[in-house]
């Protein structure tokens, strides 16, 4: 079907619908009302202040947690893959290898791909060398290296971030922003939340705002952040948080 | 009283240093009855726990209460309800296993597993608090969550089988039931204390258990050392 | 699962060794006999003899369950009902040692003599400390007896400080050494016990002192796995003139403890 489709004719393929999707925890209403489409090819940002409902947005996309309205679409006859990173990567106290190994274990993918795949990804990442460490004893930023090749070795059709680098000093920030900017080159479509605005100008596409479990704007980035605009919804938002607005 | 105590350290020293042939058999049998029942509880009440750590059903509450009550079986219970069981006029009886070791093994494990499951279950619940979600976000399943986190958590493990070890072997009431204490076949050290003490051996009782402490003293100890070496090599390299 | 079920049935699949299970009274397990009497047994017979020692009425309790081979005890009254009720063979006489009034060597009740019912009842006059067994033991049946020939009712009248501890003798002599007690005892435990503080024995030689033990084949009616061939060949070895030997052998520090009496 692909081939059909003239090359910059037409949106890309849809991965992901929420239509007036939802979700609640007991009591409380996280998230509520929202309409998102996610396409092929996407660099999706979701900014916003903390307790906004980013990071449940998130879940609900990767299927972590139950909630009405979303929708996954199949990707050329097949079920989507995605894969989720989180703030500080949960790795077992085994070697980096191993980590990477049980992924592609717990994912089933064939025995005979397993290895290659794997020193693949860790060559991606530049932790070849370090596949017999034990993956605790990495640094902070070298762990979400580990956790960005445990998800490009699955081949993913959308990586989700939650705040992947909120806990790394500037230079591992650097690093596994490239990594990621890498693996989006590569067409791996992006979800990701942040709280570095300059990250989200630098990785996004799109940028959505999200205030009180809503999706208040969801624009281009470039729109997004462009100060020439009448004020969006976000703009108090981005007042509080660029110095410059 | 002090100097029954100070009679009892010299008759212990004693003990240990004479090497008697029948206290020797007596301290293996409860090494290897204890340490066998400790690695069949193990066993399943490893994976037990672990699987109830992370699966959710109805009545998952209720459960684990009952677990964590089954931790104050009391010993001398389990031996009742044992040798009830594999008495030949019991339902188990044509095994023919009472008065053995077996049976001791038996009962032992039945009284541990609780202990092994619960403190699982309570560990392994922890780490699944934590990284439950990730590990659900990577594909894992209930089985393989628990295994997974079973064996990321092998270290702390080893400290509920040492729990389990040192419950088996102090306790008396089981293996007192359904081994009989036979002279010989079914005698461990426990037996043996409460057989002095009702004899009016007192000194020599006190000898025995100090001798048993000192045994499981060691275990810990060796224990303790080879963790000890596991998690210096680890400190050292993430300080590299 | 399988590990678990592999431990239970590999007895089955060994070659039969000759031992037997004997339930027996922790009296006279403690007493030593079994550790002179049953290597000579073994010698003679290639029989391993596996005691476990309980009081008289769990040992036939467990006999009757079909636990023990062979039974060795010494409540004649209780035997005989056992046999009555169809869990043994005949009753074989044995042996009998005997029994000793146990006190503090001051003797405050003065009972010291070789008469067990004046002992008693001087003792229930001055109102003095008696441990009782209360066990269901047939040491506890002798007391029990020796009240009544003193004609004092311990349901009715109990005398000021009898005690009831319900356990073996062993605890019982710790009992009464820690509170300078009087009591009943074997004389096999006695001589064994270490824990003895202020006493001493007081009362001895009465005839109606003396205790009687039998030995019975568990019936192979009631439980068709007993092994009915080697315990008959115990039962009739320690009636035999070899085993009423090594019961006369046994000593403890040079006392003659158990008097043999098969066939009398």
Known sequence: MKRDEPVLAGPAPRLLTLKNAGVRFGEVQALEGVDLTLRRGDRLALVGANGAGKTTLLRLLHGLVAGSGRTAHAVDGRPLVAAMLFQRPFLLHLSVRMNVLLALWLRRVPKAERAARCARALQRVGLGALAERPARTLSGGQQQRLALARAWALQPDILFLDEPTASLDPSARREVENLIEQLAADGVTLVFSTHNLGQAKRLASRVAYLEAGRMLTDLPCDLFFDTRQPPSAAAAFLAGELPWA | ?240 | ?264
């Open chain 3, 1 to 264: 699962m399988l590990a678990g079920l592999g431990l239970l049935a590999s007895p089955l699949l060994h070659a039969q060794d000759k031992t037997i299970v004997m339930a027996s009274t922790t009296s006279t397990d403690q007493s030593g006999l079994f550790g002179h009497l049953l290597p000579a047994f073994k010698a003679a017979t290639g029989i391993e003899v596996r005691v476990v020692a309980l009081g008289t009425g769990q040992a036939l309790d467990t006999a009757r369950r079909g636990d023990a081979d062979v039974v060795f005890v010494h409540d004649q009254a209780a035997e005989e009902k056992f046999v009555a009720e169809g869990f043994g063979l005949k009753r074989l006489a044995v042996m009998y040692n005997d029994f000793v009034v146990i006190g503090p060597k001051a003797d405050p009740a003065g009972v010291r003599g070789s008469d067990v019912t004046a002992a008693l009842t001087k003792i229930a006059a001055a109102g003095a400390p008696f441990i009782s067994r209360g066990d269901k033991s047939g040491t506890h049946a002798a007391e029990l007896r020796y009240w009544m020939a003193a004609r004092i009712d311990l349901g009715a009248a109990r005398p000021k400080g009898h005690q009831e501890c319900g356990c073996g003798m062993g605890p019982a002599l710790n009992i009464a050494s820690s509170s300078n007690a009087y009591l009943l005892a074997d004389r096999g435990t006695w001589l064994n016990f270490r824990n003895r503080g202020e006493l001493a024995v007081l009362v001895e030689g009465d005839k109606r002192l003396f205790n009687q033990y039998g030995v019975m084949v568990v019936n192979p009616a009631k439980h068709p796995h007993v092994k009915v061939a080697l315990a008959r060949q115990f039962a009739d070895w320690v009636v035999s003139s070899a085993g009423q030997a090594s019961i006369a052998a046994y000593r403890i520090g040079g006392e003659q403890l158990f008097f043999p009496n098969a066939g009398q």
């Open chain 2, 1 to 240: 009283m002090g100097g029954g105590f100070a009679d009892s350290l010299r008759a212990a020293w004693a003990l240990v240093t004479g090497f008697d042939a029948r206290l020797a058999e007596i301290v293996g049998l409860s090494l290897g009855v204890s340490a066998s029942a400790c690695a069949l509880a193990a066993g399943f009440g490893m994976a037990a726990g672990a699987w109830l750590a992370v699966a959710r059903f109805p009545g998952h509450r209720a459960v684990v209460a009952a677990l964590n009550t089954l931790l104050a079986l009391p010993s001398v219970v389990v031996g009742l309800v044992v040798y009830l069981l594999l008495s030949r006029s019991g339902p188990l009886g044509a095994f023919g296993i009472l008065f053995t070791t077996r049976a001791m093994v038996v009962a032992q494990t039945i009284l541990v597993l609780p202990v092994v499951a619960a403190l699982t279950r309570q560990l392994i619940a922890d780490a699944w608090r934590g990284n439950g979600e990730q590990l659900r976000s990577m594909g894992a399943g209930v089985v393989a969550s628990a295994a997974l986190l079973l064996l990321h958590e092998r270290l702390a493990l080893v400290t509920v089988v040492l729990t389990a070890f040192g419950r088996a072997i102090s306790e008396v009431g089981a293996v007192m039931i359904v081994g009989g204490n036979i002279d010989g076949v079914t005698r461990v050290m426990t037996t043996a204390i409460a057989l002095e003490t009702s004899k009016g051996d007192l000194p020599l009782a006190l000898a025995l258990g100090l001798l048993l402490l000192a045994v499981v003293g060691l275990i810990n100890l060796l224990v303790a050392a080879l963790q000890g070496n596991g998690g210096g090599a680890g400190a050292r390299k993430a300080l590299a």
